[in-house]
């Protein structure tokens, strides 16, 4: 019989817990104030505000950033990498598109340890990005959760196509777009008939977006709807626009 696993020992993965204490890594690293168990001192509304202005200066700076002028931020830079190894605290869970794309750390003008992000094509939830935003929640104290769409989105693209020619697509992509299609239903059925088709996309892109917002909103475990109840969590939508770089936010209460 396997041994049943401790919570903590079940979230201690490399990818996301804290070092073992003592653990040493070499000469010169380490801020003690950003050791294991410290969570952002953000409020929701101040991680928001820090996502917007982020955003402005990605939409104005985009076409004179260099490598150079990247490895000059302090949130990219060797001294920031030591400073959280021993334990992060990113201030917003991210969920996003895997489209190419849209980088989120980029397009808001974020560094290392600041974003906790899930990400699939068409920026569904599923258990496992559940899972994943709820223990950011919960266990690193994360104050806002940021559904994030875009221009564009092959996924909801797809899902139209399910709506529109009943079209089907190999291997597990169908089950993969299946979430997303009570979007694309719900924007078909309120464009107007002569609605352009890229109109009819960005109303599911916007549509996919605020039921995920609405389903993390309204989901019966507590972990999620105490901190929000109790004004210490946010969950917001948002839509990114390919062509200018700006990020529109929407359901913001
Ligand atoms: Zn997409």
């Known amino acids: 019989m396997m041994p049943k696993l401790s919570r903590r020992g079940f979230l201690g993965c490399a990818c996301c817990a804290p070092l073992a204490a003592g653990m040493s890594l070499g000469a010169g690293a380490i801020a003690p104030a950003h050791a294991a168990g410290k969570k952002t001192d953000l409020t929701a509304d101040q991680a928001l505000q820090l996502l917007k202005e982020g955003n402005r200066k990605f939409v104005a700076d985009a076409p004179e950033q260099t490598a150079t002028a990247q490895s000059r931020d302090p949130q990219l830079n060797h001294e920031r990498r030591l400073e959280i190894a021993r334990g992060q605290t990113p201030f917003t869970v991210l969920v996003s598109c895997s489209d190419s794309r849209v980088p989120p750390e980029l397009l808001f003008g974020r560094g290392l340890g600041e974003l906790f992000i899930v990400r699939n094509a068409g920026n569904t939830v599923d258990t496992a990005a559940l899972g994943s935003i709820q223990y950011a929640v919960a266990e690193l104290g994360v104050p806002l959760v940021l559904v994030l769409g875009h221009e564009r989105c092959g996924a909801v693209d797809a899902a139209l196509s399910v709506v529109e020619k009943n079209a089907t697509f190999p291997g597990s992509i169908g089950q993969m777009i299946e979430p997303?299609?009570?979007?694309?239903?719900?924007?078909?059925?309120?464009?107007?008939?002569?609605?352009?088709?890229?109109?009819?996309?960005?109303?599911?892109?916007?549509?996919?977006?605020?039921?995920?917002?609405?389903?993390?909103?309204?989901?019966?475990?507590?972990?999620?709807?105490?901190?929000?109840?109790?004004?210490?969590?946010?969950?917001?939508?948002?839509?990114?626009?390919l062509d200018d770089g700006s990020v529109d936010f929407f359901m913001e209460s």
């Open 180 to 241: 997303i299609v009570p979007a694309a239903l719900q924007a078909r059925s309120a464009a107007p008939a002569n609605t352009n088709r890229d109109d009819v996309l960005d109303m599911a892109v916007r549509e996919n977006v605020k039921r995920v917002v609405t389903r993390l909103r309204t989901a019966s475990e507590p972990i999620l709807l105490d901190p929000l109840k109790a004004g210490k969590l946010r969950i917001v939508g948002a839509r990114y626009d």
